[in-house]
């Protein structure tokens, strides 16, 4: 029968032995994977250690700080890069790298759209005051009377009103509804679309303020189809488009120059 101690000293010899062949204690060794076993199923055995969630859906990903607060964010998409990532064993931390790096993607992607849309647009804006030359003032306000009559028969809110307002603007505006609008003012001008300017005869779609002052007054005083109307007393019915003319004379009699 062999010695106790020595069997006990053979045994810690070999364990000494196995650590500095192998590096590390034997119960902090891994199983290698097995024969034909896929390397994403053999990391999964081992979840814990790579960083693998149990399930897609335990990933935690989240689209990086500096993602616009108002571009959408493609949860779809996402859904699937969890599915694909764990079926091939990826960390959670390699996951939120791959989508970093796709939304980096579309962020520049955005930009140069934007870059490029901002260039065809100073473009057009500089053909357009190429073709108008000295006319461009007139026909402008010419445009922006005529969006602002069309938009009162519209009944658009002040919100509406100045986001049209934007599209005209010389600096920003786009030109392709400038040169719209300001066909649309000049049709107006000719009488061709005169309901839309208080039916009674078209009138300019460049009134001064004194101009719309003037034709206040006259509406409003005796035989004036705006004291016609009225000249009953509270609760007279006004006609709407007569009403639409006298709100649109008054904003016009505010103003310190032409629209």
Known sequence: MDDPVAAVAKLTDMERAAKQKLGKPADQLMDRPGKDEPV????????????????PDKYEV?????WPKDAKWNTELEGKAREIAHKHGLSGAALQDIVNLE???IMGLMGKAQADLETATAEMRAQLVKDWGDQYPVKEAQAKAAAQVIAEVAGLD??????????????VGDANV???????????GDDRLSAFNGGGGGGSLTTTPA????????????????????KGGPGSKVPEQLQRRIEHLTKLAAQG???
């Open 40 to 55: 994403a199923d053999w990391m999964k055995k081992n979840a814990a250690l790579f960083g693998i969630p149990e399930s």
């Open 158 to 171: 002040n919100t509406a009103l100045e986001q049209i307002a934007g599209t005209l603007s010389p600096k």
């Open 178 to 188: 400038i040169r719209m609008f300001q066909a649309i003012g000049e049709m107006m």
């Open 257 to 259: 120059q032409k629209v």
């Open 211 to 230: 101009e719309a002052r003037a034709e206040l007054n006259k509406l409003r005083a005796p035989g004036g189809e705006y004291f016609e109307a009225t």
């Open 62 to 66: 989240k689209p990086p700080e500096n």
């Open 103 to 105: 939304a980096e993607n």
